[in-house]
C-alpha cells in the first residue's frame, strides 16, 4: 500500500478511534471521582499530558476553541483534580474501550507496533501535544496498545493539522468555520466568525499540507506491507467500534 493510499483509509477511523473515551459512560465515573464534570474531564484529560501548564499554551495545543472557554475549562480543572491523573484516567478509559470493543480482532497487536513504528519516527518540532501524548507509557496488551495508538496517530493528524493552518495564516478561528460549520457552538463560540475570501483562499493549502506530512511520516517509517496491514486492521477495528 502507498503511503498516499494509507492516510486516505486510515485517517478518518483513526479519528473516531482515537476520540471514542471522551465521551464515554467511564469518563463520566471518572469525573466524579476526580471532583469534575464530563466537560472539564475532557480538558483536563486530553491537556494533562502537558501537566499543569498555563491555558495559553493549552489554547495553542488545541487551535480551534474559543481561548475563554478554555481558560475556564482548564483553570477551573486545575483547581479541582490534579490534571496528570485526569490524564492516566482518562486513557484508562480508553484502553477499557479497548477490551469490551476490540478482543478477537487479529492484527491488533502487530498494528500497534506499526503505528509505533510511524509516531516514533516523527520530529515533534511544533507538534506539543502529539509529543506529550507520545511520553506516556505504552500499555502492553494489543488491544490496550493498538488504543494508544490510534489516540498518538490521531493527535499527531491534529497536531500536524493545526501547524498547517499556522503556516497558511488562516487564523484558527476562521479555520474551524470552515471545516466544522455545525461544531461552531460546542467550541465556545456564540455567533459564526465571518470569513473572508483571504481566509478561504489560505485555508484551501491546509488539508493538502496535512495529509502531505502525514504521508511523508508514513513513507519514512513504514513499509507497504506494513502500511497494508494497519489499513486492514484499522478497517476491522472501526467497524467493531461502529457496532457499539
Known sequence: M???????????PLQLIGALHYFDPEAQVKAEAL???????????????????SSELVQSAFGYFNPAIVDKMWTSSKERCDVTEAATAQL????HLGETRLGGITGLEEAAEGLGKLVANVDVGALPLFAAF??????????????????????????VHLAAVAAAGCPTRAAHQIKRPDDFEM???REPFEVTEEDRARYEKVEPLTDATMTTH????????????????????HAAVAAG
Open 2 to 12: 502507498t503511503p498516499e493510499s494509507f492516510v486516505s483509509a486510515v485517517s478518518d
Open 218 to 237: 508514513s513513507a519514512n517509517a513504514l513499509t507497504d506491507d506494513e502500511r497494508a496491514q494497519i489499513a486492514t486492521t484499522v478497517e476491522l477495528a
Open 35 to 53: 471532583g469534575i464534570d464530563m466537560f472539564r474531564f475532557y480538558f483536563a484529560g486530553r491537556a494533562g499530558v502537558l501537566g499543569p501548564v
Open 92 to 95: 484508562d478509559v480508553a484502553y
Open 187 to 189: 467550541f465556545g463560540y
Open 134 to 159: 507520545r511520553r506516556q507509557p505504552v500499555p502492553e496488551s494489543p488491544e490496550h496498545s493498538f488504543m494508544h495508538h490510534a489516540i498518538l496517530y490521531r493527535e499527531l493528524r491534529g497536531s
